[in-house]
């Protein structure tokens, strides 16, 4: 059994100086997670993720970090993430070092940490100015005589947290719709935390193993955290907070207002749950709101063996 709660998660597994990706391409941003590790207070902590987001931006803007690892950088169809940006620009709370790639970059990087190999190489650096700015872009010569191509390190997070719809207790994690580099970023890294809107028996995830994205034998531990990922979303379990995403353009904009907002939503509650209650009390309906309606998928017959 690898059942915990978040707060027993975050205090085992993640810590100090440790190099963190919350992962999530749009969809499965862990929200709670993040939420938690605010809460805890670590410091100078490593932030990896191809698109920091918010949830980035929340944990700069609380302190949590000495250096962010990205490749696209904003708030995604609002604008720019302004505390990112005070961190970068001014040193607000704290000095922030930052690390660019391309999104591909970013991929080849936990590719090749998922394969423990030395380097990735790619094209995507060939002609642009980013190897100027990022002197861990390389270029080496093909061993099959045609030509240079770019490299990049390996990345290999002290701890992934993914989030996703179901696990079993053991961590055999399901996932479908859009799964980013969940899958790359979970075998890069030394420890993974696994948290789902559900925690299912052994017999469903067998049922349908092709949905097992993160098997268990490289889960350190599960959490149960319905509505995780909010605003972000969970596909089928609820949609997108778009609303939310406007919203933070306008708090994040002073620092003041930001962390007004922190101390009443992360530090003013002891855990998810009570976000949670925070959010539906202002707005009562919400989870009506984002509500995903039904698209179900075709039932497939594995047949029987053995």
Known sequence: MKIATMREAIARYVHDGDTIAIEGFTAFI????????????????????????????????????RKLVFSYL?????????????????????????EEYSHFGMVARYMSGAARLP??????????????????????????GNGQVAVVPPLNPDVTIIHAQRADASGNTQ???????????????????VV??????????????????????IVDAVVHQPYGAHPSYAQGYYDRDNRFYLEWDQISREEATTLAWLDEWVYGVDDW??????????????????????????PVNYGVYG
Not at 179 to 186: H, S
Not at 197 to 213: K, M
Not at 273 to 295: D, V
Request: contains cysteine.
């Open 273 to 298: 749950s009570g976000y949670l209650a925070k959010l539906e009390k202002r707005e009562p309906g919400i989870w009506k709101r984002l509500a995903p309606g039904e698209a179900w998928s075709q």
């Open 74 to 98: 904003g708030n995604p169809g609002v604008g720019p993430l302004h505390c990112i940006r005070r961190a970068v620009e001014k040193g607000i709370p704290r000095p922030l070092e930052i």
């Open 119 to 144: 380097f990735f190489p790619l094209r995507s650096y060939m002609g642009t100015d980013q190897p100027k700015v990022n002197p861990r872009i390389q270029f080496v010569d093909s061993p099959y």
């Open 196 to 217: 789902v809107e559900e925690i299912v028996d052994e017999d469903i995830i067998r049922s349908d193993p092709n949905r097992t994205v993160i098997p268990g034998l």
């Open 175 to 193: 996932m479908w719709g859009l799964l980013g580099v969940q899958k790359e970023a979970a075998f890069a890294a030394r420890q993974v935390i």
């Open 30 to 65: 862990c929200f709670a997670a993040a939420h938690e590790i605010i809460r805890q207070g670590r410091r100078d902590l490593i932030l990896c993720r191809m698109t920091p987001d918010l949830i980035y931006d929340q944990m700069i803007a609380a302190g949590c970090a």
